[in-house]
């Protein structure tokens, strides 16, 4: 008996951008469609989170459930004018003759809503009665407000991709079948609501983060040094192994701000967590923040206080 043994092994030398924040940042499962969706008052994942499921509850806006997923494309037509003497692209030198933003999917709820969605028709009701009619000519009505896409992130913050005055331009086909389910697929494309809007494109991705929960945040106090210009910190949290704490200064009102699980960049500054340090008098009466990270460098605490220095 030959026995044969498969070791994996990197290659010395070999670079790979995986990390732990990796797995956090990967988007998972399928995520969902709403239709004339209003989130511009929602600040966080979690009342983003809040709107969504009360949207589930209501069923009103939502397209329903989908197979096989769905697709956000964004296509763009681009230009190099060719000019005598142009040997190579340069910065600047290139032009987006136009853009276009879709979002497609296959729908798989039969709703007189998504009939009429699909077609940029009117679903009117008539006591028990919905009749879903097209109109040769397009109107304002054959347009959504908009449609979103909202999906989860691994670590739970939520990634929203709008887009404005959605219609959907693929030929309409209800597809059924004996011992399957019938489906609608559809392609919606974001459209300007007038000619003045050319500096950006009718769609957007907003990422939502998590908010400030009681249990993302500490309590941080200021006293001053021993040595003119120092200060003395504390900070509730104890810190797990692999962790660090980092501080940053601000202004006489306004603490800086880094959010739950967002990764700290080389503005803030090491901390140990005990020794005293060297701010400057200026900074008497400046707002200070600081962080606990976790060892891939993202925040998992906060605090803020008023710098404390020994002036004298």
Partial sequence: MIKLKLQQFAAPGSLSALREATFDNLQLNVGIFIKDFDYESLLDA???????????????????????????????????????????????????????????????????????????????????????????????????????????????????????????????????????????????????????????????VVFFEHASAPEHTMTVTSAAGSAVGGTALTASYTLATGQTFVYKVGDATNAPVIHYAEQADYTWTEWDGDDEISVGTDANGYKVTVAALDSAGRAIRTGSATLVVKTT
């Fill in 46 to 204: 979690e009342s983003l989170l809040a709107a969504i499921k009360t949207e589930i509850t209501a069923g009103t806006n939502l397209l329903g459930a989908t197979r096989g997923g769905g697709t956000f494309s964004v296509s763009r037509e681009m230009r190099q004018p060719q000019v005598d003497g142009l040997r190579y692209r340069f910065k600047g030198g290139t032009f987006v003759d136009s853009t276009d933003p879709y979002l497609s999917t296959t729908l798989v709820e039969t709703t007189p809503e998504n009939f009429a969605a699909g077609f940029g028709g009117k679903a009117v009701r008539n006591g028990k009665r919905v009749k879903v009619t097209m109109e040769t000519a397009l109107t304002d009505d054959s347009y959504l407000d908009n449609l979103c896409w909202v999906g989860d992130l691994a670590d739970g913050r939520l990634v929203l991709i709008n887009l404005y005055n959605a219609l959907n331009t693929s030929n309409f086909t209800f597809t059924f079948q004996d011992k399957n389910e019938g489906s609608v697929a559809v392609e919606f494309h974001a459209t300007q609501a007038s000619v003045d809007d050319y500096d950006v494109a009718p769609f957007e």
